[in-house]
């Protein structure tokens, strides 16, 4: 095992979401910051064998990264925090632990031992967590468990932990993240369920050498000095975390409570100097005292669900701040958006985004909101779904193909504006035919995308799998669409713009996946500061 790279394991109890994903890359920011480079990963402890499949009401957004792994939204965070590309090594799922492992006892590499959860589960989760400290780039691996510990599920998973203490020692560390509630009818914070938590992980053989307690009320020195002396612990590894305006304030809180000076303590790593986050405290601070406020409308199928979009909304904040405004987010589920309804619910808006998804619920609505925006000049932005709505409503209400459609929805439209390529209809695997990861678009230097990137060639996430049909661009383009950026491989229309809109764009990829912190995402920077020039023009009207 290699000791130059330390291994950070970040653990829950009591609760889930507690908000072991924001503290693992609050952690990560932190050290960053102090001059080390770092890496996050996440442990999913369900049998799928990525959340591609799963819907969003189980498991909200499912965030994609470069190499077009489909993942939990927890990497969206380690990307935004730490302004790090992540990739398939960075989620692992139980189900894909153990498919590696029967495909390696069918293909007899256990040469006919028995195979068991230990030593050959655990051995394979070891491998995938060492995997990212094994290509030389990192200083620090952090790994976040998901769930609970005492769930059944995450008991591999545990144990693998307590291996890798026991062989790594100084090299290896472990946060544990618990609750302690404050009971108003008592008055008081109580720190039992922190102390079974930790008495459950050291029951299964790991002994926390960090907690950091989630609370709504400060903890004084009192309490932290008890949660040390029964949880076997240094009174300096007790760490406060108190509920935040915002999660962006969450590395500044960490920071005032030591959190990563503790982690190089115990990891034996000394301590650099100088550590810069003022970029960071900048953005929190320009983020907490916006200059003007706009309103914009989200319209989606999932808005119901608080993660189903995560990224466009964290994508909404880099953006704001970018122009010192506060975006205030109006969720409009799409199956509401009628005829009779659209001037009610989208007429006060500053602008509109119409999301992206799969399936046939709601797609009217959005095809609705589409036609006010591009109708009533309201700033527009579709994203992939979204974009292929924009195509869709265009198609019926300029170009006059009353039942243009998309062959996802109507297989018989007679005008399939949006259709699979030729090439993807021969494949009969669904996930085969999906268009997921990074891929090259070429930008109209004439367009409004253009004007945003300063970039000829871009590089943006996909996951779809129904294309612009190109036997419509001729159409298109006569009858006012730009088509703004060109997949230069396969001739894909990736970007649409109307000329003689004040701005709309619809792109096929996902923008809001690459928007970090440092580098907020510059259509979202435009769609925001279009939707202030919107607001003004109507007051001043």
């Known amino acids: 095992m290699d000791s130059k790279v330390k291994y950070i394991f970040v653990t829950g109890g009591v609760s889930s979401s507690l908000g072991k994903g924001i503290i693992s890359a609050s952690l990560a920011k932190l050290l960053q910051a102090r001059g080390f480079s770092v890496t996050i990963q996440k442990l999913d402890p369900y049998i799928n064998v990525d959340p591609g499949t799963l819907n969003p009401y189980e498991h909200g957004e499912c965030y994609v990264t470069e190499d077009g792994a489909e993942t939990d939204l927890d990497l969206g965070h380690y990307e935004r925090f730490s302004n790090t590309f992540t990739s398939q090594a960075n989620n692992v799922t139980t189900g894909r632990i153990y498919q590696n492992v029967i495909n390696k006892e069918r293909k007899g590499e256990y040469l006919g031992t028995t195979v068991q959860v230990i ?131 969450v590395p500044l809180l960490m920071k005032e409570e030591g959190l990563d000076t ?31 406020e706009v309103n914009i409308g989200l319209v989606g199928k999932y808005v119901e669900l608080k993660d189903a979009y995560k990224s466009i909304n964290e994508a909404f904040i880099h953006g704001g701040v970018a122009n010192e405004c506060k975006v205030k987010v109006i969720d409009i589920h799409s199956e509401e958006i009628k005829e009779d309804t659209k001037e009610e619910l989208l007429g006060k808006l500053d602008g509109i985004l119409v999301a992206p998804g799969f399936g046939g619920r709601g797609i009217e609505g959005k095809i609705v ?18 974009m292929q709505c924009a195509a869709i409503e265009f198609a019926r209400n300029v170009l006059g193909h009353r039942k243009a459609h998309t062959t996802e929805i109507d297989k018989n439209t007679p005008d399939p504006v949006i259709d699979l390529m030729e090439d993807q209809k021969k494949i009969k695997n669904m996930g085969g035919t999906m268009r997921l990861g990074s891929y090259k678009c070429k930008l109209d230097t004439e367009s ?25 661009r001729e159409a298109f383009e006569n009858e006012g669409v730009r088509l703004a950026g060109i997949n230069p491989e396969e001739d894909l229309v990736e970007i649409i713009e109307i000329k003689e809109h004040p701005w709309f764009v619809g792109v096929q990829f996902h923008p809001e996946y690459k928007s970090t912190v440092r580098r907020p995402h510059p259509l979202f920077v435009g769609f925001v500061a279009a939707a202030i020039n919107h607001r003004i023009k109507n007051q001043k009207a």
Not at 119 to 137: A, C, F, N, Q, Y
Not at 369 to 386: K, S, T
Request: charged share 25%.
């Open 262 to 292: 503790e982690v190089l303590r115990i990891t034996h790593t000394e301590v650099p100097e100088t550590m810069d986050l003022d970029n960071w405290s900048r953005f929190v601070t320009r983020l907490k005292n916006p200059k003007s």
């Open 119 to 249: 030593p050959h589960i655990t051995d394979e989760i070891k491998r995938s967590v060492m995997l990212l400290g094994k290509t030389g780039k990192y200083d620090f691996v952090i790994t976040e468990i998901g769930g609970t510990v005492g769930d059944i599920e995450s008991f591999p998973f545990v144990e693998t932990v307590r291996q890798m203490k026991w062989e790594l020692g100084n090299d290896c560390a472990v946060v544990h993240l618990t609750l302690v509630p404050f009971l108003k009818a008592a008055g008081e914070l109580k720190t039992k369920p922190t102390q079974h938590s930790v008495k459950t992980m050291l029951e299964q053989g790991v002994q926390p050498d960090i907690i950091v307690c989630r609370t709504e009320q400060s903890l004084n020195q009192g309490i932290k000095k008890k949660i040390a002396q029964f949880c076997n612990v240094q009174p300096t590894s007790v760490v406060e975390s108190l509920d935040a305006q915002t999660i962006y304030e």
């Open 369 to 386: 909101a589409v036609n006010y925006a591009r109708e009533n000049n309201i700033p527009f932005l579709g994203i992939c779904l979204g």
């Open 448 to 472: 409004i995308t253009y004007g945003l990137y300063e970039e000829k060639l871009i590089s943006e996430r996909h996951r779809h799998r129904f294309e612009f049909n190109n036997m419509y």
